[in-house]
């Protein structure tokens, strides 16, 4: 729904502005179009009809996995694509994978978004209707929507500002009513974004995808690296701790043969040995670039090298990966 859009035809038209939560609610509840917005006059309904879409991309694809996974591909008016994954684990918990910009600029070698390069930044109404679809998915599934990660298309702290007023809209009573805990901005490293991010009120969780221990190794996977090295990315890292008290939480994605040594991991582990880390190893999703997945026992030396090293990383096992919905996969093909 086009707010802003909307705000001014709602104005224009003498109507009082509680007809935009009204509307949300609507959406929340499954409405499609103006006409299942009963809590509209009809006259308002048939006029809204002509001027703007309810939802501000049209569902233009959906593709379920055999794990329950649900993708959607979504264009806008101006042709702009973006997806959005909703990913299903155990026991009814259902977390929204969000875009945050249609394309990206930054060119990771690993990532299918990153190929297609850049594209528009999404406002944040564009953002905030991919968590009311996925919330009425998740009823439809008999589950909740329980967690939102901007980890889908896009660099999300590039396009900071519409980011944290959807996130300020997820966590706020009249909106999802999400806990803030529950929100993560996961960034390859905008370092001008992590400050803004330190000086919000907002707690949502920060997380860095890092992925790679040493400078050339992570210039060559990721460009933004040469703009913004490890070492800048980490001091950003512990102000942003050391501001809100919060920890950051670290992923890394697990190539063969590139980042997967047990030296990787002793490095890694000696970079985060000051600060308040979590580290989340990630399976990687094969895309058409050079790089596959590190193999189970790969996998499991290098979590065993950083337990030595007196860290904990978690696992992430891939979700959605037969409907190219995981990490990294996302491309804009719908
Ligand atoms: S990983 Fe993120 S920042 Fe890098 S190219 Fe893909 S979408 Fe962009």
Known sequence: ????????????????????????????????????????????????????????????????????????????EDGTFWEAVLIAHARGRRTLCVSSQGGCALACRFCATG?????????ASEIIDQALLAAVEADAQGSRLTNVVYMGMGEPLQNADAVLDAARWLTAADGLGLSARRVAISTVGWVPGISRLT?????????????????????????????????NLLAACRRYRDTTGRRVFIEYLLLDGVNDDPIDARRLAALLRDGDFHVNL?????????????????????????????????????????????????????
């Not at 190929?115 to 999404?122: E, K, V, Y």
Request: charged residues 25%; glycine residues 8%; hydrophobic residues 40%.
């Open 1 to 76: 729904m086009d707010v802003a859009r909307l705000t001014r035809l709602l104005e224009g038209w003498g109507e009082p502005a509680y007809r935009i939560t009204q509307a949300r609610q609507a959406q929340r509840a499954g409405a499609v179009s103006w006409s299942d917005v009963t809590a509209f006059p009809r006259v308002l309904r048939t006029r809204l009809d002509q001027e703007l879409p309810l939802w501000s991309g049209e569902i233009s694809a959906r593709a379920e996995s055999t794990d329950a996974t649900v993708k959607w591909g979504l264009r806008g």
């Open 115 to 123: 190929a297609m390069g850049p594209g528009r930044d999404l406002a």
């Open 199 to 231: 000086r919000d009120p907002l707690p949502v969780r920060l997380a860095i995808s890092l992925h790679a221990a040493d400078d050339e190794t992570r210039s060559e996977l990721m460009p933004i690296n040469v703009r913004y090295p490890i070492a």
């Open 282 to 334: 990630i399976e990687y999703n094969p895309t058409s670039g050079p790089y596959r997945a590190s193999p189970p026992e790969r996998r499991e030396r290098f979590a065993e090298a950083l337990a030595a090293e007196g860290l904990r990383p978690s696992i992430r096992h891939s979700r959605g990966a037969d409907i190219a919905a995981a990490c990294g996969q996302l491309a804009g093909d719908g």
